[in-house]
């Protein structure tokens, strides 16, 4: 059902893997981490432009909330006539709420997408989506744009000594496949790669949120709604990293550092860049009222 999500995000994962395996060797567990990197790189590459629609999105709202109190103020007891005069000030100001989803939602498909093509890599396990294969077929068996040699050469590669489709919590037949291919993992070599990648992804996920949070002016910290998504953003979130961690596999916690780690850097060059074109705005003129020197003051009639 999801083969409109599967086959692209494998393509572009194909395309970086034949591009540094071709430097550090198909085999090399280094560049099947470098792909899944910059997979994650790519997809926030096309996804720029919908980012910074965001950032401004976000920013005219901050601006507009003293209109927006003022309109739930004056039809407090008219749902429909606020909801209506809300649009047309939206409308006015250009402002769309679902550019300000667009972003996160389409990291979603990616993300179950990329889940889904590594589980494929490994098909012998019996929990849910998995299909039960023998090592054997498994290991002959093509992953959407990778062929069987590919799979293989997945299943053989190592980073530092643990497969990047494996995680703490795989199966003792899940680990099993790996035999003919470099060896049976341990539990341990899978657990001293992924806890601190599960670490560093925790702690980008904090900092990520505390830099938007800074960017929230005092009257929406004092909203209470706002302040309990802080609080989640802050601290639940990052918490969900390190108890989900263990059910994920190497792959996806590269994923998710890098993608945080393009995050926290797009972040801050995007909001320095629209904050200089604000600086750089020309300012409305004000005319003063007070008198020139030497001018006679006007007479009251």
Request: include cysteine.
């Amino acid at each position: 059902m999801l083969d409109f999500v599967y086959y692209p995000v494998s393509g572009i994962l194909w395309v970086w893997h034949t591009v540094f395996g071709s430097v550090l060797g198909p085999d090399n567990g280094v560049a099947w981490a470098l792909s899944v990197v910059f997979l994650v790189f790519t997809l926030r590459l096309l996804l720029y432009k919908p980012f910074v629609r965001q950032v401004r999105t976000q920013l005219t709202m901050k601006k507009l909330q003293p209109e927006i109190k003022a309109l739930q103020t004056k039809y407090k007891g008219d749902r429909a006539r606020q909801s209506a005069e809300m649009q047309k000030l939206q409308k006015a100001h250009g402002f769309n709420p679902l550019l300000g989803c667009l972003p996160m939602l389409a990291q979603v498909p990616v993300f179950i997408g990329l889940y889904h093509v590594l589980r494929s890599f490994n098909r012998t396990g019996t929990g849910f989506g998995q299909l039960g294969m023998s090592a054997e077929d498994n290991a002959n068996t093509a992953n959407y744009f990778f062929s069987a040699s590919d799979v293989q050469s997945f299943l053989d590669a190592r980073l530092f000594g643990a497969p990047i489709s494996a995680a703490i919590n795989s199966s003792q037949a899940a680990l099993e496949a790996f035999a003919p291919f470099g060896g049976v993992p341990t539990t341990l070599s899978i657990a001293l790669v992924a806890v601190p990648l599960m670490v560093l992804a925790s702690v980008a996920t904090h900092f990520n949120s505390r830099a938007s949070v800074a960017r929230q002016d005092d009257a929406a910290k004092a909203n209470p709604q706002t302040a309990l998504m802080n609080r989640l953003a802050l601290w639940v979130f990052p918490l969900g990293v390190l108890v989900g961690g263990p059910v994920l596999p190497i792959a996806i916690l590269l994923y998710w550092v890098s993608n945080n780690a393009w995050t926290y850097g797009q972040q801050h060059l995007v909001y320095r860049k629209i904050d200089a074109e604000e600086a750089a705005a020309p300012k409305p003129e004000v005319r003063s009222e007070a008198p020139k020197p030497g001018a006679k003051p006007r007479r009251r009639r």
